[in-house]
């Protein structure tokens, strides 16, 4: 193995950094505004294009926003989303450290949008850990298509066979060992 790919959500992030409660458990005495209506209105209809890069997120939760909750900005959303969905997982990022001192390269793999995607790697200084991220938005394709893992894997400079891939869904791990 030359090259570790790393999932985030699930595997290297883990909820809420004071509990590791889901990011939006207290978003309706937090903000306002109900997980199920931030669901049907913005994740259900839109997410599938802005996960892909196809749709930009701000002008379509702008959009939304008015409609459901005029009196929170796409900011201050995505300012809570990020912060209360970062808990690190310190002890695999300690055990990553290994491999790197093994000469092993260390990237992300994931579906995200752009701006977390962002905020990963700055604020929560995931570019110190790894050499590179690969996510959904800007590849144009999400794990488990084949194209997210072909992509990523051109993109790292290492051939299929050099790569080991970690993932807390079984239809990603499956789609990596599939593609090789």
């Known amino acids: 193995m030359k090259a ?20 939006f458990t207290y978003l309706e005495r937090d903000l306002g505004l109900t997980r199920e209506m ?14 892909t890069g196809r749709e930009p997120i701000e002008p379509r939760l702008a959009d939304v926003l008015d409609r459901i909750a005029p009196n929170i900005t796409p900011e ?7 912060e209360n969905d970062s808990r690190l997982d310190r002890q695999l990022l300690e055990g990553l450290v290994e491999y790197r001192k093994k000469g092993v390269t260390l990237f992300l793999a994931t ?9 990963l790697m700055e604020r929560l200084g995931l570019s110190e850990h790894f050499d590179g991220i690969f996510y959904s938005a800007a590849l144009g394709h999400k794990k488990p ?3 997210f893992f072909r992509i990523a894997t051109e993109r790292s400079g ?17 789609a990596a060992r ?3």
């Open 145 to 147: 298509s084949e194209d």
């Open 111 to 119: 579906n995200q949008e752009h701006r977390r995607a962002a905020y």
């Open 158 to 174: 290492y051939e299929r066979h050099e790569i080991a891939f970690i993932d807390d869904s079984i239809e990603n791990i499956e």
């Open 38 to 51: 931030l669901q049907q209105a913005f994740f259900k209809p839109y997410w599938a294009d802005i996960v």
């Open 4 to 23: 570790l790919m790393v999932d985030v959500d699930g595997v290297l992030v883990h909820g809420r950094p004071t509990d590791g409660l889901p990011p």
């Open 76 to 82: 201050a959303l995505m300012d809570y989303w990020f």
């Open 178 to 180: 599939d593609f090789g």
